[in-house]
C-alpha cells in the first residue's frame, strides 16, 4: 500500500510573472492544482521546506485541503531550473482512491550478472523508470528486477519483467530495461597507436634522409669547384 503524506497549501493570488518570481525569494513554489476530472484548476502555493518534506517522507499520495475540501493528489510533474536545480514549478493532479492512475516509477536492477563475473561483460541499464497504471494504493516504491541470471550477449526488455500483482505495465513491451555487452579491448587501442606512430617516424627518417643527400651533393659542388 502506497504511504500518505500530508502538505499544507494555499491558493496563490500573485499570477503575473512578477508576483511569482517574488513568491520565489521568498522561498515559496507556485504551481497548480487540478481537479479529479479536470475540469477545473487551482492557482496554489507551497513553501520549500513543506515540499522537501514531502519528498522526504516517501509517499506517493499527498494530502491536502482545497478550501474547506480535503483531496488526494499525486505530485504529476516537478519543473527545475536547469542550471541551479531550483524548484520552479510543480503541477498537483486530483485523484480518486477507486480509480486507475499512471505514474511513473523507478527501475532498480538487483544481483550481479553471471555475463559479469564470468565472462567479463558490462551491464547497462537501458531505462531508469516504468509508467505504470494501478489503485492509488497499489503504487509500489519502486520495481525491482533480478538480473543475476543474464549472461553475455543477453537483453532484457519490458515485456520480460514478472508481472506484478494490481499493476500493469505501460511502458513499450520492447523497451530494453538490462543488457549485457561485451567490454572493449584495450589491446586494439593500443596497436592501432603504434601503427601510427610507426608511419609517422618512417615518414620523419625519410625526410631526414632526403635532406642528408642534398646536403653531401652541395658540399661535392663545392670541392670541384675548387
Not at 41 to 64: C, L, M, W, Y
Not at 172 to 177: G, L, S, T, Y
Not at 193 to 209: A, L, Q, R, T
Request: proline share 3%.
Amino acid at each position: 500500500m502506497a504511504n500518505e503524506h500530508k502538505i499544507d497549501i494555499n491558493k496563490r493570488e500573485s499570477l503575473g510573472k512578477k508576483g511569482v518570481k517574488q513568491l520565489r525569494r521568498e522561498g515559496m513554489i507556485p504551481g497548480i492544482y487540478y481537479s479529479p476530472n479536470s475540469e477545473s484548476s487551482t492557482p496554489i502555493v507551497i513553501s520549500q521546506g513543506d515540499f522537501h518534506e514531502a519528498v522526504k517522507s516517501g509517499a506517493r499520495i499527498f494530502n491536502i485541503s482545497v478550501g474547506e475540501k480535503k483531496q488526494n493528489v499525486l505530485f504529476k510533474s516537478v519543473q527545475y531550473h536547469p542550471v541551479t536545480d531550483e524548484i520552479l514549478h510543480v503541477d498537483l493532479y486530483g485523484i480518486k482512491m477507486d480509480q486507475l492512475v499512471s505514474v511513473n516509477i523507478g527501475v532498480e536492477l538487483i544481483g550481479t550478472p553471471k555475463g559479469v563475473i564470468e565472462e567479463g561483460g558490462i551491464l547497462t541499464q537501458g531505462i531508469a523508470d516504468l509508467e505504470i497504471e494501478c489503485l492509488p494504493n497499489n503504487i509500489p516504491g519502486n520495481i525491482q528486477i533480478d538480473v543475476s541470471d543474464l549472461s553475455l550477449g543477453d537483453v532484457l526488455r519490458v515485456q520480460d519483467i514478472t508481472k506484478q500483482k494490481n499493476v500493469t505495465i505501460k511502458t513499450n513491451e520492447d523497451q530494453i530495461v538490462a543488457s549485457i555487452t561485451q567490454a572493449m579491448k584495450e589491446e586494439v587501442v593500443e596497436e592501432e597507436i603504434i601503427d601510427i606512430e610507426d608511419e609517422e617516424g618512417d615518414s620523419i627518417e625519410g625526410d631526414s634522409s632526403e635532406e642528408q643527400s642534398e646536403e653531401q651533393n652541395k658540399n661535392n659542388k663545392e670541392e670541384s669547384n675548387e
